[in-house]
């Protein structure tokens, strides 16, 4: 009777031992695991330190300034066009004609006006003429003639108003025929796209298969530009970052060119006063495009420094204390948060160089996900 009432007192006894033997294990196991969670369960993103090269990058903004370029319109972008003699590329000189639209009545008209001024013209220098020659006849009558056959004759004065009134109106004609002359010739010249600069052809409007402009609301038809002596300008407080011979690549609508800087009085620029905190940069382009038009914006990318074979680390990793110490947080092998605190170097915007207190590998946890 007496062993059975010991027998619960024994399993009371050992229980707690089998508890304990499962639980150590598990415990231990756990500390070695990688941990990025604190003891609440907070995730945190970290960043690695890595080494390379790194590069202070900032973007610098240019505009396209042709020297030289006109826009070209008709007067009734509705006509058609009939005759096209040069193509977007093409080279035109002052006076070449580029395009036109029919013009066939306009010049049947200044035609038929010139062909009646010419016969005012030559009516009316008959009529001096025939005057003149009259006027003489007359004078040389009447001196051969008494007095009394005189008062019977016609006077010079008397001929010559018979013959300046019809004078006159040979000259109103021709007056006439002037002003529709002009008229015609202008109405011509509206229908035609004529270069008055020495460039080439960087814009043309779209024709359907009718020679119709198919852009109702274009406001020119076609755009000549000096492209050789065109350049591109930034308005940069990097501005002495650029030196004269140096070339970069800009991006213009998803496209790449290369350009150079010039000195700004090599393509006839102006410079700003020496005090404005941003001055003028002037670049050529190696290879002239007609797809670049006036006003077009480039950007480039411009290294302002840069540091090669150093260990760097995500600037959003690095806090940096007013005192001028920057530390970092690191995840310990528990899970809990402790600083280290770190030396820097070079600092290109994105990253900062690790000069001490981190090694390759190490991670930071990002201040955004310390929140």
Known sequence: MREKRFRPMVWLLVLPLLFCGCLLPQEESMRLAPVVTNYAGVVYTQAAVQRGDIEK???????????DYEEISVSDISLPFSDIYFQLGDTVEPGDLIAQQDCT?????????RAAY?????????????????????????????????ENMQTVDEI???????????????????????EYEEKIRGRKLIASIHGTITYMAGLDEKGVITNRYAKYEAVVSDIESSYFRADTEYYAYFKTGNTYTVTIRSGY???????????????????EPKQYVYFKMLTPDTVIESGD???????????HDVLYLKNSAITRLEDGRSLVYM???????HIQYIETGFDSGSYTEILSGLAEGDQAVIKDSLK
Not at 160 to 179: G, H, K, N, S, T
């Open 257 to 275: 060119y290369e350009i150079q800087v010039v000195d700004p009085a090599e393509m006839g620029g102006t410079v700003k006063d020496p005090s």
């Open 331 to 337: 995840i310990d092998d528990e899970g809990m948060l």
């Open 160 to 182: 010559r108003e018979q013959y300046d009134a019809r004078i006159v109106r040979q000259q109103d004609i021709m007056d006439i025929q002037e002003m529709r002359i002009a």
């Open 105 to 113: 009545e306009l010049e049947e008209a200044l035609a038929a006006s």
């Open 57 to 67: 990058i900032v973007q610098v903004n240019c505009m396209y300034l042709p020297v």
């Open 118 to 150: 010419d016969e005012a013209e030559m009516m009316r220098r008959h009529l001096e003429a025939e005057r003149d020659m009259r006027m003489e006849q007359q004078r040389v009558l009447r001196a051969q003639v008494s007095a009394t056959e005189r």
């Open 297 to 307: 914006y480039a950007s480039l990318k411009l290294t302002l420094d840069s540091r």
